[in-house]
């Protein structure tokens, strides 16, 4: 976890897992980078808010896996969940209703959170099921600032097909994908 910048209340603050995304942002606005998913998002995140810090907003930036075809650029998400824990087996053993997807009141796609980098044509068909984009940190960070009752709004680049040869793919774009999401955040974010 590394904060770079001062949280005030008068400015969001910028979230991202990785310093390889957060490259080309402009120095003007905190940058909190988390590492890699939802423990480390989460933790990072709640250190931070527990310290005494309240941003206007957390903006969570970030590149994300494309669970369909012919699904790019930048959106800012609609709705998150997450992929790898088996809500509806939990709830039965337990009786009680678990967190759910969250809606972020954007119209834009459906974004699956979970702790594994996908990697395999099979895991993407099964998630592109329920969803458009996946990633490892962006429901994590939006419970955390739901929880702190801060406003909450996921922004991802795609960077890849989610599928056999991801990782490979995401290595040659995550540079490309950090000068477009700055160039989001310049557009969108004062």
């Not at 824990?85 to 709830?91: F, G, P, Q, S």
């Not at 922004?155 to 056999?164: C, E, M, N, R, T």
Request: with cysteine; charged share 20%; hydrophobic share 45%.
């Amino acid at each position: 976890m590394r904060l770079i910048g001062t949280v005030t209340p008068d400015r969001p603050l910028l979230v991202l897992a990785l310093p390889e995304e957060a490259a080309h942002l402009d120095a003007g606005l905190p940058v909190l980078l988390t590492g890699m998913g939802k423990v480390n998002a989460a933790a990072a995140l709640a250190t931070v808010l527990a310290g005494g810090a309240k941003p206007s907003e957390v903006v969570n930036l970030g590149t994300a896996g494309a669970l369909r075809p012919g699904l790019a650029g930048t959106h800012e998400i609609g709705r998150v969940l997450q992929h790898d824990l088996d809500t509806a087996l939990l709830e039965q053993l337990t009786g009680r209703p678990l967190d759910g997807p969250i809606d972020l009141g954007a119209t834009g796609p459906v974004l699956a959170t979970g702790d594994r980098f996908v990697s395999s044509d099979a895991d993407r068909d099964r998630l592109a099921r329920t969803a458009d984009l996946v990633d490892m940190e962006g429901y994590a960070l939006a419970t955390v600032a739901r929880r702190a009752q801060l406003p909450v709004r996921l922004v991802k680049h795609v960077s890849d097909g989610a599928g056999d040869g991801a990782e490979l793919s995401w290595q040659a774009s995550v540079d490309g994908c950090a000068r477009l999401l700055a160039e989001w955040a310049a557009a969108h974010l004062r």
